[in-house]
């Protein structure tokens, strides 16, 4: 019997992967915040293979909370989460892992599997659930990548579907329940005045930079098998590129924004080696299960062609790096300069065209970049921004969020199989068709190829400013 009813609320959280980076870093935090505002009450099976009992768990949990923003500010929530966890230690290659869990969920009628674990393993986690029957009734929320390439992440969807029905697969990309990226859908269809001007008779380019300024951090096992154009540029920051770049949704309702999405993946003309720049920060060798000779990419930088009508003739840029300069996520949208040069300052190359920004991370803010006139006789500008800091002290976590969605059945903020296929078909080719990755300085901005080959006349990549101090 396949997956549960899309309405049913779950009666327990299975979360494989529980002694994993991800788990430490944004998981538990987010457990715990569920647990204050009243989204979680369930038994919540942490799954790892880590010989641990449920005290280590418990111990895991209270240290990345501490650890997380805020920190413990409720010991009384902390004790309830602590109170909903079960352990369950074992190797998902055995299927005795699954016949111990499904012993701890016997008094659970409508489990969510979570599976924060490495790829390659969705399949097997899926296939050892079903062995049990703990799919029956069952949902399950999958990371990302989904698959390694188009025909992984078919084979994937097979042996899921095998076991769930698509209303019980929730596919989780983190970047979809970020206040600041659900916020480019709404700023842009909430607010008239840009439409007219978002396409390609206003627009020039669009840069979209997802810098980090730390390395693999002890992920050099799962970086190994995936690399950034499958770790982030496929999934999250393609789905930042749909949101600014989708027509109108034709109804209300998430779902009209899940068919828009699908068409911008659609439209993406499939990348070619000659679209791509691959680099490899110095020292990546040398981390922790990485081979000696590994020609995985650590940063990678795409020019997207949307072959519609809106979009024709308008480059995207998106590049992501391990190692950068700085930690910070950002969207520049590029418009076009005026058509005439009615001041003397307009032929200045450094003369800015207008531009609007959506600085994503590590603070959310809008800026429009617009010229004005500098006092004196000369008719002479200089570019000044709108700056709209849209930080939120009330933030709901993007797991926080997600989580409490797929327990309650709510699947408007997941992928679909068709956008997840249709990203691979735009990068399928470059996966194995591309150059060497070039060796970049750590906290740099990568290689310089990226600069020169890959946007050329369309630069420069603009970096993101972080202040020391944001507004
Ligand atoms: N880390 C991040 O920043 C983010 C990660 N993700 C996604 O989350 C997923 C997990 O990533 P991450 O937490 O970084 O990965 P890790 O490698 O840190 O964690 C993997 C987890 O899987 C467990 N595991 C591995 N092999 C087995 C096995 N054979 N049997 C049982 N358990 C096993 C590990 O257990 P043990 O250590 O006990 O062996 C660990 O709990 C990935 O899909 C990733 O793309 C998504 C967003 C951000
Ligand atoms: O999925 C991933 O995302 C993070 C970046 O997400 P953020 O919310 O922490 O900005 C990235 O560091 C990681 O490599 C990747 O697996």
Redesign the pocket.
Known sequence: MPGAAPETRSDSLVFFGASGDLARKSIFPSLYRMVKSGDLDVPVVGVAFSQWDVDDLKERARESVAASEGGIDDEEAMDRLLGLLRYVDGDYNDPSTFAVLRDELAECAAPTHYLAIPPVLFGTVVEGLRAVGLHENGRVVVE?PFGRDLASAQELDAVITQAFDQPAIFRID??LG?EEIMNLLYFRFANAMFEPLWNRTYIESIQVT?A?DFGVSG?GGFYESAGALR??IQN?LFQVVALLTMDAPAYQGYGAVQSAKVNVFKAMRPLTRHDYVRGQFRGYRDEPDVAANSDVETYAAVKIHIDSWRWAGVPIYIRTGKSLAVSA?EVVVNFKRPPQALFQDALDPDQHPNRLRFRL?PVSEIGLGVRVKRPGEEFVGHEQELRLPTESPLEVE?YERLLADALRGDSALFTHEDSVEAAWRVVDAILTDHTPAIPYEPGSWGPEEAAGRLIGQDGPWLNPRVDPHPA
């Open positions: 990302k983190h970047f970020k997802l980090e992920r770790d982030v999250h996520g991370s993007p």
